[in-house]
């Protein structure tokens, strides 16, 4: 990230020429300046593989990638958000390779950390963008209001204009969280201010989806790693998510697995089967429909996931989790009501328009209650 | 199932022992380091195994760690954070552990080798020393 922090007399450009000549370094003699030894070096190659999944074989090829490779120019705008994927990322580890990674980039334009603000920070994306035209990466997170542009706006600019202006230039783009993905909670039924993600707009440009709410840090480092290190965007899956973090379920790659197996699971929070340790499937448990890293690469530090401490996966990797039917409702369950879709399916084709209209109304009306529903009680049931 | 239960804090314990052997990932994995030794010995091959890229459940990494037990050689490296490099009780075996600023691990490997190549001396590191060394004889040579 760029220091900023003696560059205060400096203007927006001024510090944008500063970093172009930061820019024609390569990340090893970046790394080299900054006392970084090349067993430091390997040491950190070795976690990146890691965490990325690679064969270990992989971990020449990245150090001498990393090595050659020079500093990406990155512009992170964030529209309608909570700032979760931020602080995932920004308050993750210690510093070692997440930091290493995030040193390794020109981060010219991020509202939250930016130290410039007000017209001088719209500059330096300006400035930015003119100057590495065509080669920067651009990260997004959150939804984008459609409904109303005054939903949302960044210096008056609303964010649909301002995703439309600096994605003409991005090299790709990288939507970070599930609202910058799927539309995440503001696209939640009944969805108020027209929510929609960075795909549903952008149709010309390279897009890699991160979604979680939030994403695993290392999942997001490991994306903008890969694009150091091989120049392209990674192997994506039919909802273009990485492959090697979104790749396998949850439920294959949870501990608890050969519990289901053997059918045994936990019917409430604390009951035998929650205190042995036992499958979460009937407390609402979204593993099995829901792709991700965490059962893997886990959270804080590698300490754990939510099954492990003992939560359901609530599958926040996956578009509108908000409105699948109750967080601590199991899979098997029904959603909708059964017979009220078959009323509906009994309406004919012809009326399957206004039966889908009247069934997502019928959902809007119920959706209080149905949030409602969980209680203590439910947990306890 | 073995009397060793994984210590956890708190009154609530994990009803999980050591022995239990959840995945059934503990038994391939040392029999994937024997395969490895093997190609060591006939084909001067080595092979590394990242801990973290198989699902393992809690106490299962531990029983890996203890079956391969320790050996002769202990080393700790200190470069962004400690690591660990340990040559187990079965010689050319080594697990090798490396740790954040917060003594966290970030990864660990079993490395199949004569020696783990972060343990040597790297060329540039070499490079770098030579000419620190130099200079510092000359500025010793200027200030006597």
Redesign the interface.
């Known amino acids: 990230m760029t220091d900023r922090t003696n560059n205060k007399d400096k203007s927006p450009a001024d510090l944008v020429q500063l970093e172009k000549s930061r820019l024609d370094k390569t990340l090893g003699e970046t790394m080299r300046s900054q006392g970084v030894s090349r067993r430091s070096f390997l040491k950190f190659c070795a976690a990146t593989a890691s965490m990325m999944a690679m064969s270990p074989a992989m971990i020449p090829r990245i150090a001498h990638a990393l090595e050659s490779a020079r500093r990406p120019s990155v512009i992170w705008l964030s529209f309608q958000e909570c700032t979760g994927c931020t602080e995932s990322l920004t308050r993750a580890h210690a510093p070692t390779v997440e930091s290493l990674i995030f040193d390794s980039i020109s981060l010219d334009y991020h509202h939250t950390l930016q130290a410039a603000a007000g017209h001088a920070a719209e500059e330096a994306r300006e400035a930015a963008m003119e100057e590495n035209f065509g080669k920067y990466l651009l990260v997004v997170d959150g939804s984008i209001p459609m409904d109303n542009p005054g939903y949302s706006t960044i210096a008056g600019i609303s964010n649909y204009d301002m995703l439309m202006d600096t994605a003409k230039g991005a090299a790709a783009i990288i939507a970070v969280g599930t609202c910058a993905t799927y539309g995440g909670i503001p696209h939640a039924d009944p969805n108020p201010t027209g929510a929609v993600s960075v795909g549903d707009l952008i149709k010309d440009k390279p897009i890699i989806n991160v979604p979680g709410c939030p994403p695993i840090p290392v999942v997001i480092t490991g994306v903008l790693t890969h694009f150091l290190t091989f120049g392209t965007i990674p192997e994506l899956d039919h909802i273009g998510r990485p492959k090697v973090f979104y790749g396998q379920s949850i439920h294959d790659r949870c501990y608890r697995r050969p519990f289901y197996d053997k059918g045994l699971f936990a019917e409430t929070f604390d009951d035998e089967g929650a205190r042995k340790g036992w499958c979460l499937y009937k407390l609402g448990c979204k593993g099995p429909t829901t792709y991700n890293a965490c059962a893997t690469t886990k959270w804080n530090n590698g300490t754990s996931f939510p099954i492990e401490s003992g939560h359901p996966c609530l599958g926040c990797s996956e578009p509108d989790f908000w409105d699948g039917g109750g967080f601590y409702k199991a899979l098997s369950m029904p959603t909708v009501n059964i017979t009220e879709t078959a009323i509906y399916t009994a309406a004919g084709a012809a009326a399957a328009g206004v039966a889908l209209g009247a069934m997502n109304r019928g959902k809007k009306n119920s959706a209080a209650a149905a949030h409602t529903e969980t209680t203590i009680d439910d947990l306890e049931k | 199932m073995s009397e060793t239960a994984i210590p956890v804090t708190g009154e609530?314990?994990?009803?999980?022992h050591i022995g239990d052997e959840?995945?059934?990932n503990v038994k391939p994995l040392l029999h994937e380091i024997k395969y490895a030794l093997e190609n060591l010995i006939e084909n001067g091959e080595t092979s590394?195994?990242?801990l973290?890229?198989?699902?393992?459940?809690?106490g299962?990494e531990d029983k890996i760690l203890h079956t391969l037990g320790k050996g002769e050689v202990a080393a700790k490296?200190s470069?962004?954070?400690l690591?660990e490099i340990i040559e187990t009780q079965y010689a050319g075996v080594w697990v090798?552990t490396?740790y954040?600023?917060?003594n966290?691990?970030?990864?660990r490997?079993i490395e199949v080798t004569t020696m783990p190549?972060?343990l040597s001396s790297?060329?540039?590191?070499i490079m770098?020393a030579y000419s620190s060394l130099t200079l510092d004889l000359d500025e010793n040579q200027e200030t006597n």
């Not at chain 2, 609530?12 to 999980?16: M, R």
């Open positions: 609530v314990k994990f009803n999980i959840l995945t059934q590394i195994i990242d973290r890229s198989i699902p393992l459940a809690p299962e490296l470069a962004l954070g690591s090798v490396h954040n600023d917060e966290n691990i970030i990864s490997f190549n972060i790297q060329t540039e590191d770098a």
